[in-house]
């Protein structure tokens, strides 16, 4: 997998100081958000600043566009105002399966054919998980077939509030049950079908240390990248899902172990066993870091 994004910053479309910031930050990828950072009142006025941006700024991270929903009044008109502009990708939220990442693909393959863009340049990542029939439908993104696709992500706020939930923390303040399933279920949903998985963003932004821990984890666990909403998470995030010079000069010792020993499939390192899965995981480790280029 390459172009790997670690860090997505949502950026509100309609405030000229933030979107003035995100140019120059080290974010793989801005989100300029029409969505539910911006006022209906605000959304047109979103949008042309949003055009703006897209033509004007020089930034090294990939520009994304948060489009409202498929089902809303905005939608025509933001497809029209920002599509012309080739964004590197869309954020969906609250599809209700893949079948609305059909839709929007084929609306993008009419307006890149109508601009004379490159067709099917413009990725998809959805925001997967934000009503209670998209969970139940995370099953059929490995079945579909949706080259647009860069990944699949979650979030928690709209689902609680989809599902009539009061909150969805739990007693110790950490997600409930229900989220961290979600959760979970997205990345295997990712993993099946072969893209991203992104981690839902860390709502603290001054709680350095908490963030730090919880991206770990998650690059741990397989995410490969994560929401931002605040210019101090990105390095944080950059770091934490890029692996370790530890973790990269033991997967190149695994890899050059099983080299050395062609015709084993266990091997040892300082007396520790090591068969296939373990080969597998340091290849893992090691396209990851070729894929942020490193
Ligand atoms: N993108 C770009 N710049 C941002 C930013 C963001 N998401 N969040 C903050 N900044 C800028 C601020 O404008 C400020 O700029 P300055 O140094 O020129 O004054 C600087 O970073 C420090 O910001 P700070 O004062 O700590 O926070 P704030 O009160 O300005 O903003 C939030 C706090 C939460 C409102 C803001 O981070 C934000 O809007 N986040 C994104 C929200 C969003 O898009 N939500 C929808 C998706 S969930
Ligand atoms: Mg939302």
């Not at 009044?73 to 012309?84: H, M, S």
């Not at 693909?105 to 990542?125: F, M, T, V």
Request: some cysteine; overall charge neutral.
């Amino acid at each position: 997998m390459s172009n790997i994004i670690r860090s997505f910053l949502f950026v509100p479309a309609d405030s000229a100081k933030k979107l003035a910031k995100a140019g120059g930050l080290d974010a793989d990828a801005l989100i300029l958000d029409l969505e539910d950072a911006v006022l209906p009142v605000n959304k047109s006025k979103a949008r042309k600043m949003c055009a703006e941006f897209l033509a004007r700024t020089k930034t090294s991270s990939q520009i994304w566009v948060r489009v409202n929903p498929l089902d809303s009044e905005f939608i025509d008109d933001d497809l029209a105002a920002i599509v012309p502009l080739s964004p590197a990708g869309i954020v969906l939220p609250k599809p209700d399966g893949p079948v609305d990442i059909e839709t929007l693909s084929r609306r993008l393959d009419a307006l890149e054919a109508k601009h004379g863009l490159a067709a099917g340049a413009i990725k998809i990542l959805p925001v997967a998980t934000e009503t209670a029939r998209a969970v139940m439908s995370l099953a059929l993104y490995p079945r579909t077939y949706l080259p647009r696709l860069l990944g699949l992500s979650w979030g928690a706020e709209d689902l609680a509030t989809d599902i009539g939930a009061l909150t969805n923390k739990a007693a110790d303040g950490n997600f409930a049950f229900t989220y961290q399933m979600v959760r979970s279920y997205t990345l295997l949903a990712a993993k099946a079908a072969g893209v991203q998985a992104v981690d839902t963003l860390y709502d603290d932004f001054r709680d350095k240390d908490g963030l730090r821990a919880k991206a770990r984890v998650a690059f741990g666990e397989g995410f490969t990248g994560m929401f931002a909403i605040h210019p101090a998470q990105i390095p944080i995030i950059n770091k934490s899902f890029t692996p370790t010079e530890a973790q990269i000069r033991y997967a190149q010792a695994v890899v050059q172990a099983f080299k050395d020993n062609p015709d084993a499939g266990a091997v040892q390192i300082s007396g520790k066993m090591l068969d296939i899965p373990h080969l597998k995981q340091a290849q893992n480790v090691l396209a990851l870091y070729e894929g942020y280029g490193g």
